[in-house]
C-alpha cells in the first residue's frame, strides 16, 4: 500500500523589512530541484489593494524575476477586504498552483491572513453591530485599546493600536465571541476553531533579524520610498477618489501621508511618526508569530 505524499507548501514570514521578498524570490527559483518551479502568494492585508504600491513596498515586476506572484492588486481600495475574503482566493491560488504541478510559496507579515490558509480556519461570522459601533465610534484610539484589552489582551498586544476601524471590531468580535482568533489557539473564548484536515504539508520559515539591524532597515527603506514618490502615490490616490478617513484606515505609511497632506503635520514630522509606526508594527508582527512553535527562524 503506497501512502500519498502530500503537496508541499513554503510559508515565509517575519516583520516588515526583514527580506521576505528576496528570499521567498529566490527560494521560488531553486524550489523542487528545478527552475522557476515556485509561485509566490503574497499575504500582505494592504499589497492585495491597486494602487497602494510604493507606500506598502509592494514588489516589482523587475524584482520579480520571472516568477509569477499572486494576490497583488485583488481589491479596491475603497472597500474593506477581509480576512475571509484573502483565506478564499488563496485557497484558490494553492489549488491552481498545485494542479499546475508548481509549488506554492505563502510570503507574508500579515498573521492572521496566514493563520487563516495554514490552519485552514472556518472564520467566526459576526455580523456588524451597528448600535455598538455608532456607540464606539465617537471615543478615541487609546479609549478603545483599554476596552479591548479588559476584553481581549491578548488580540491587544498585536492590534494596530492607532486604528479605530480595527480596533471597533477586534471589540465587536470579542464582545460577541468571548475572544478574538490568535495564531496558533484551537479555542478562542466560547468560539471553537474548527480546523479541517490537513491537505498539504506547510513548511514554516520565519526570518528574524537584530532589532537595532531591523531598524536601520526600517529608515533606509523608508527614505527610499519618500524618494521614490511615496507621497506623490498618496496624493494621486486621494485625488482618485480615496477619502482621507480611509488613507487613515489603512493605516502606516497611508495614515501619516493623509495627514500631512492634510497640513496637519510637517513632513519631518511625518517621518519621525512613520518610522516609529512602523518599527512598533514589526515588533507586533513578532510578537503574533513567536507565539507559533511550528515556525523555524532563520537569522538574517
Same mark, same amino acid.
Given at each position: 500500500?503506497?501512502?500519498?505524499?502530500?503537496?508541499?507548501?513554503?510559508?515565509?514570514?517575519?516583520?516588515?523589512?526583514?527580506?521576505?521578498?528576496?528570499?521567498?524570490?529566490?527560494?521560488?527559483?531553486?524550489?523542487?530541484?528545478?527552475?522557476?518551479?515556485?509561485?509566490?502568494?503574497?499575504?500582505?492585508?494592504?499589497?492585495?489593494?491597486?494602487?497602494?504600491?510604493?507606500?506598502?513596498?509592494?514588489?516589482?515586476?523587475?524584482?520579480?524575476?520571472?516568477?509569477? *506572484? *499572486?494576490?497583488?492588486?485583488?481589491?479596491?481600495?475603497?472597500?474593506?477586504?477581509?480576512?475571509?475574503?484573502?483565506?478564499?482566493?488563496?485557497?484558490?491560488?494553492?489549488?491552481?498552483?498545485?494542479?499546475?504541478?508548481?509549488?506554492?510559496?505563502?510570503?507574508?507579515?500579515?498573521?492572521?491572513?496566514?493563520?487563516?490558509?495554514?490552519?485552514?480556519?472556518?472564520?467566526?461570522?459576526?455580523?456588524?453591530?451597528?448600535?455598538?459601533?455608532?456607540?464606539?465610534?465617537?471615543?478615541?484610539?487609546?479609549?478603545?485599546?483599554?476596552?479591548?484589552?479588559?476584553?481581549?489582551?491578548?488580540?491587544?498586544?498585536?492590534?494596530?493600536?492607532?486604528?479605530?476601524?480595527?480596533?471597533?471590531?477586534?471589540?465587536?468580535?470579542?464582545?460577541?465571541?468571548?475572544?478574538?482568533?490568535?495564531?496558533?489557539?484551537r479555542t478562542s473564548g466560547s468560539l471553537e476553531v474548527r480546523l479541517h484536515g490537513p491537505e498539504y504539508d506547510f513548511e514554516i520559515i520565519g526570518l528574524k533579524v537584530n532589532q537595532e539591524e531591523l531598524n536601520k532597515k526600517i529608515h533606509t527603506r523608508l527614505l527610499a520610498r519618500l524618494k521614490h514618490g511615496m507621497i506623490a502615490e498618496a496624493k494621486r490616490l486621494h485625488e482618485d477618489g480615496l477619502s482621507?478617513?480611509?488613507?487613515?484606515?489603512?493605516?502606516?505609511?497611508?495614515?501619516?501621508?493623509?495627514?500631512?497632506?492634510?497640513?496637519?503635520?510637517?513632513?519631518?514630522?511625518?517621518?519621525?511618526?512613520?518610522?516609529?509606526?512602523?518599527?512598533?508594527?514589526?515588533?507586533?508582527?513578532?510578537?503574533?508569530?513567536?507565539?507559533?512553535?511550528?515556525?523555524?527562524?532563520?537569522?538574517?
Open positions: 500500500m503506497t501512502i500519498k505524499t502530500k503537496p508541499k507548501i513554503y510559508v515565509i514570514v517575519g516583520p516588515t523589512a526583514s527580506g521576505k521578498t528576496a528570499y521567498s524570490i529566490k527560494l521560488a527559483k531553486k524550489v523542487g530541484g528545478l527552475p522557476g518551479q515556485g509561485e509566490i502568494i503574497s499575504a500582505d492585508s494592504r499589497q492585495v489593494y491597486k494602487g497602494l504600491d510604493i507606500g506598502t513596498g509592494k514588489v516589482t515586476k523587475k524584482e520579480m524575476a520571472g516568477i509569477p *506572484h *499572486h494576490l497583488l492588486d485583488v481589491a479596491d481600495p475603497k472597500k474593506v477586504f477581509t480576512v475571509a475574503d484573502f483565506q478564499k482566493l488563496a485557497q484558490q491560488k494553492i489549488e491552481e498552483i498545485i494542479k499546475r504541478g508548481k509549488t506554492p510559496i505563502i510570503v507574508g507579515g500579515t498573521g492572521f491572513y496566514i493563520q487563516a490558509v495554514v490552519d485552514n480556519l472556518v472564520l467566526p461570522e459576526v455580523a456588524p453591530d451597528k448600535k455598538l459601533r455608532a456607540h464606539l465610534k465617537v471615543k478615541p484610539p487609546s479609549e478603545l485599546l483599554v476596552m479591548l484589552k479588559k476584553l481581549d489582551p491578548v488580540r491587544a498586544k498585536t492590534i494596530d493600536t492607532k486604528n479605530p476601524r480595527r480596533l471597533i471590531r477586534a471589540i465587536e468580535i470579542a464582545k460577541a465571541l468571548g475572544r478574538v482568533p490568535t495564531l496558533g489557539s482621507w478617513k480611509r488613507m487613515e484606515e489603512l493605516g502606516l505609511e497611508y495614515r501619516y501621508l493623509a495627514r500631512f497632506l492634510q497640513n496637519k503635520i510637517t513632513k519631518a514630522e511625518m517621518i519621525e511618526q512613520l518610522e516609529k509606526a512602523i518599527i512598533n508594527y514589526a515588533k507586533r508582527q513578532m510578537t503574533w508569530f513567536k507565539r507559533d512553535q511550528r515556525i523555524k527562524w532563520l537569522k538574517i
